[in-house]
């Protein structure tokens, strides 16, 4: 009868797991398998609300118990099955995708789960470790990243080495582009000013990784392309070399440094570091020295006898600026200036367009040209992008937008869009931002407090310190409408009953729903 109920048990748990393991290896492909993630927003979700941490609780509990009451384990298969409660299992804005790799991490995931119920068997508690199991899923699906990773490197190494040698027959101008933030902007813009006068190629959408700049390259990169646009991004130290070990740079770009994955680097300066891999070898490298920590940057580089090329929003002695002109701006060469009255589009960066005119320049574009093309910048995708609802409102998407820069950016774009009306800002908040999120999330909510009339606040994972920054405001004499939703959809209902002609609404970042 006791081995019945054991084999029962386990056979429960078995199923938990599989069940369970839907849940996290979604997480994991939203974090682009990277080991340690999964048990990480594990942690975030095991601890929200009231009803999470007491299932977590009553599970742990019923499986220690299992150890001498087999049958206590059933409690905490039902609690791995159905919980963290939010968290769902296909999800509805990141849809779990069997991919190939997908299906390699499962794999390997499913074989860790199998040694785990052996070592049970061989201990003789095969139904409590059995039960247990499924609370450790997470732990197993961060397993098999770390063990898939050298096995995903050696399958991408044939389209790599194919995008290898088309660049080597295509030979076109790399400029590769790499920034905390505007990376994606400045890459845009080149392509929008460079374009008119040489044959671009860009890394579409944010092909910035190993396996995403390869894929652009082999299927992107044509005969006659005479420039080629190559964001590239970063999670940790080696990733940027790799890529210009194969995709080696003329011109290097770093447009800003900032907190943007601080949770992964642990210091800004260590991003400096990582970034700076994009400029081994490049015969020209531009930087925007607006930002501290790339004007040290600059200045160590030329004492190490190399002249990176400066660009600014504010310093006309820079190689390019663009300066604000009351409601136009100013572009200065070599502080000389070559254009005046100079109108960017909403969302448009002054020190993303310099860098982009300082790489026109580089590419020996003469700077009428460049200059004549200002006017038909556009904004990246999902970056400030300025609209009209139904109800008459204007909207301002920023959802791809997630450093605090672009952030306090985009609540002054708002204020001006708005002069009379209301404004509204709606926002999850930032992440990744490490030790540093809440201070963050909390300084920028009471900031924008201070101009906005209502603010929308998405989710949990920030809800705390944006709302302790807009009660911090409140108390200061800066009372502002809080609203707190759980999905995003909420708040577009919210936006939608509230807001009409004359208001204007800033959607600052938007986090998928693995996110609590």
């Known amino acids: 009868m006791t081995a019945f109920v054991n084999y029962g048990v386990l056979t429960l748990a078995v199923v938990a797991m599989a069940v369970a393991s839907l849940r996290w290896l979604r997480v994991a492909q939203r974090e682009h398998y990277l080991g340690g993630s999964v048990s990480r927003f594990a942690w975030r ?47 509805r804005t990141s849809k779990l995708a069997w991919t190939r790799r997908l299906r390699t991490l499962a794999a390997v995931s499913g074989v860790v789960m199998v040694v785990w119920i052996m070592f049970g068997l061989v201990v003789g508690h095969v139904a409590a470790l059995g039960v247990l199991g499924g609370l450790l899923v997470p732990a197993f699906v961060d397993l098999a990243c770390w063990r898939t990773a050298p096995l995903e490197h050696r399958l991408g190494q044939y389209y790599v080495t194919e995008a290898r040698d088309r660049l080597d027959r295509v030979a076109p101008v790399v400029v590769a582009v790499t920034g905390s933030y505007g990376k994606t902007s400045t890459k845009g813009h080149v392509a929008q000013l460079v374009g008119g006068s040489r044959n671009v190629v860009v890394t579409p959408a944010s092909f910035n990784n190993r396996a995403g700049l390869a894929r652009a390259v082999n299927e992107h990169l044509a005969d006659g392309t005479e420039v080629f646009v190559a964001e590239m991004g970063t999670y940790g130290p080696g990733e940027i070399a790799d890529l210009c070990s194969w995709c080696p740079p003329k011109i290097s770009v770093i447009t800003a440094i900032g907190p943007v994955h601080l949770e992964r680097f642990g210091t800004e300066d260590r991003i400096v570091e990582a970034k700076s891999e994009i400029l081994k070898g490049a015969e020209t490298i531009i930087l925007n020295v607006d930002n501290p920590h790339l004007a040290r940057l600059a200045g160590r580089l030329a004492t190490e006898g190399k002249a990176p090329v400066a660009v600014s929003a504010t310093d006309s002695g ?26 960017l589009p909403s969302g448009v960066q002054p020190t993303n367009v310099a860098c982009a005119l300082a790489v026109g320049r580089a590419l020996g574009v003469d700077v009428a040209a460049l200059v004549g093309r200002l006017g038909d910048l556009g904004a990246a995708s999902h970056r400030l992008e300025a609209s009209t609802s139904a109800t008459g409102a204007t909207i301002l998407d920023d959802t791809y937008n997630s450093n605090p820069a672009g952030a ?33 999330n909390r300084r920028w909510a009471a900031d924008s407090a201070r101009v906005v009339s209502d603010f929308v606040v998405v989710g949990h994972t920030n809800r705390r310190a944006l709302v302790s920054g807009l009660e911090e405001a409140g108390a200061a004499g800066s009372p502002v409408n809080v609203v707190k939703v759980d999905r995003r959809e909420q708040a577009v209902d919210w936006v939608r009953k509230n807001l009409g002609p004359g208001d204007a609404v800033l959607y600052e970042n938007d986090l998928p729903d693995h996110y609590p």
């Open 45 to 91: 979700w095991w601890r929200l609300g009231v009803v999470n941490p007491v299932g977590l609780l009553v599970a742990v509990v019923a499986g220690v118990l299992a150890f001498r009451w087999p049958l206590a384990g059933v409690l905490t298969v039902v609690v791995v099955v159905l919980a963290p409660r939010g968290l769902s299992l296909r999800g």
């Open 318 to 343: 820079a190689s390019v600026c663009v300066r604000a002109d009351g409601d136009a701006h100013v572009v200065l060469v070599d502080g000389v200036e070559v254009a005046r009255d100079v109108h």
């Open 408 to 440: 306090a950016s985009g609540v002054s774009v708002l204020t001006a869009s708005a002069p009379t009306g209301r404004r509204a800002v709606v926002s999850p908040g930032m992440v990744e931002l490490g030790s540093r999120q809440f201070e963050e």
